[in-house]
């Protein structure tokens, strides 16, 4: 790998994740897998991504080299490549037998999870001990970083191995997925018996991925601060925060920056370009013709988001009326929830002028409808961290959020000191109801009306440092804790 051999090469770090932008994305994960070494090359330290091979990443993959192969490594022979896709090192687990299918990462085409989930992403830890260990390959990281619960096992096969082993660091980007496996497939994912324990990885009589790593990392992050706080409560904790309670000393919260290159209004191939609020105008005209809505006085508010009861988006639907009564409009592009899906087509169907849906996943058109709207809406009933409402404030996009995990960390209310004080980038929704939405929808039309207070909010909100120069070197502060050179 080029970035290893070059002699400014900076210290290994092997990142383990089941998707990396713009690679193969189902969600923000992809995003912060894929922007991490970028954020942390400048600060000496080289990130190599370890990811399945998909198809689509094996066709994206340059040059490759073989590092490794395994005869049976879950059901089926598999190679280790090493190789550059996307500006990103990688190393890809080529397992066909695990990886080589239609479909998306964890889904088959039908939206069910592949039953053998379990093993594929065993497979792909199973990999990354084995890199950690420095048995595949020459590659030695100094640190490994594990994201979520597909990364979650590493910890425990490199104690299992109890060989000499870098520190391990994991990120939780969601504690809602806990990679549950049935009890019976201990063996069959090679961890010994004395894991499955109350104080290893059983939870609740079944094997927990996340677990593990929450119980064995030598680290944990999440995504935001305030998510941070959230984890170690009932309410948010999701069945974790009691170990997360017990864990909290080496638990710490590190906002998510997003790709300012990728995400950039002056200069993204899908936008008319623009650096001030004026010349948003020009995107809104063209994002209302193509979503073939009518005139609209009031805010257009747009969704990008994945339709999940994480997200919140029935709040939307019960509030909706309320925004086309202050004359607003919406365009939502999303998908996932069979009911949701139904219920944003049928409200388009009642009142095509003023409310366009486009079921389906398109990173193109996302990009299109930020530039074009004038405000994001993200209701979540909890969000670890949230990158819509980034990508809303770098384009002038107003954000009206819920007071949650990064959305709280990421928005300042547009409340009467801080309009007064021009720090004001948004509106924050609090509680979690319909009615708390639909009255902030209400605000957001009067805002929207005030020219002078809505150009200030949208100034304000595209200076917001939405990068990654805080979270970075956060990171980087806990490698060299990791790699022992605090
Ligand atoms: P989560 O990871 O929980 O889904 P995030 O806000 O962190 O939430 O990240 C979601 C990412 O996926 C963003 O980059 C967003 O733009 C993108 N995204 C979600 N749904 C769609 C869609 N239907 N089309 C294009 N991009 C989408
Ligand atoms: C998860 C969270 C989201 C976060 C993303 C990236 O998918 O749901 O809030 O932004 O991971 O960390």
């Known amino acids: 790998m080029s970035g290893q051999q070059s002699a400014a090469a900076g210290r290994p770090v092997l990142s383990v994740a089941s998707e990396v932008a713009p690679l193969v994305k189902t969600g923000g994960l992809a995003d912060v897998a894929g922007a991490l070494p970028g954020a ?168 927990s991925a996340l677990k593990a790593a929450l119980v064995w990392a030598d680290r944990i992050t999440t995504v935001s601060p305030t998510y941070a706080r959230e984890l170690l409560t009932p309410e948010f904790g999701m069945g974790m925060d009691g170990i997360l309670r017990a864990r909290a000393g080496v638990l710490s919260g590190i906002l998510n920056g997003i790709d300012t290159r990728l995400w950039n209004p002056a200069a993204d191939p899908e936008v008319l370009p623009y650096t001030t609020p004026r010349g948003k105008a020009a995107n809104r005209v063209r994002l209302i013709a193509e979503a073939e809505l009518g005139r609209i006085e009031g805010p257009l508010c747009v969704v990008v988001s994945r339709l999940s009861e994480q997200k919140g988006l029935d709040l939307l639907l019960a509030a909706l009326p309320r925004l086309l009564a202050a004359g607003g409009g919406l365009v939502l592009l999303g998908s996932g929830d069979a009911r949701l899906e139904a219920a944003f087509r049928a409200a388009a169907a009642a009142d095509p002028a003023r409310v366009a849906v486009r079921i389906g996943y398109d990173e193109a058109l996302a990009h299109r409808v930020f530039a074009g709207g004038d405000a994001v809406i993200v209701p979540s009933r909890f969000e670890p961290c949230g990158l819509t409402q980034m990508y809303g404030l770098r384009y002038g996009t107003i954000p009206v959020v819920t007071r949650t995990g990064g959305l709280a960390d990421t928005v300042i209310d547009a409340n009467e000191a801080a309009l007064r004080a021009g720090v004001a980038t948004g509106l924050m929704v609090h509680p979690p109801t319909a009615e708390a939405l639909g009255a902030a929808l209400g605000r957001l039309a009067a805002l929207h009306a005030d020219r002078a207070v809505w150009g200030r909010l949208q100034r304000a909100a595209m200076k917001a440092d939405m990068g990654w120069s805080a979270s970075a070197p956060a990171y980087a502060a806990i490698y060299r804790d990791l790699a022992g050179v605090g």
């Open 40 to 207: 942390l090359a400048p600060l000496g330290w080289d990130l190599v991504t370890l990811v399945p091979g998909y198809p689509a990443v094996l066709s994206a993959l340059g040059d490759r080299r073989e590092l490794w192969w395994w005869g049976g490594l879950f059901g089926g022979e598999a190679r280790l490549l090493a190789g550059r896709a996307a500006e990103l090192e990688l190393l890809v687990l080529d397992a066909p037998h695990l990886y080589a299918r239609g479909g998306g990462p964890y889904l088959d085409a039908s939206g069910r999870d592949w039953p053998d989930n379990p093993e594929r992403f065993a497979a792909l830890s199973w990999a990354a001990a084995e890199v950690a260990m420095g048995r595949a390959g020459a590659f030695r990281p100094e640190v490994v970083h594990l994201h979520d619960w597909q990364a979650g096992l590493v910890p425990a096969y490199l104690r299992a191995a109890g060989a000499t082993r870098p520190g391990t660091l994991v990120t939780i980007h969601n504690v809602a997925f806990h990679g549950l496996a049935p009890a019976e497939r201990l063996a069959a994912l090679q961890l010994p018996g004395w894991t499955f324990t109350p104080e290893g990885l059983e939870f609740w009589g079944r094997i």
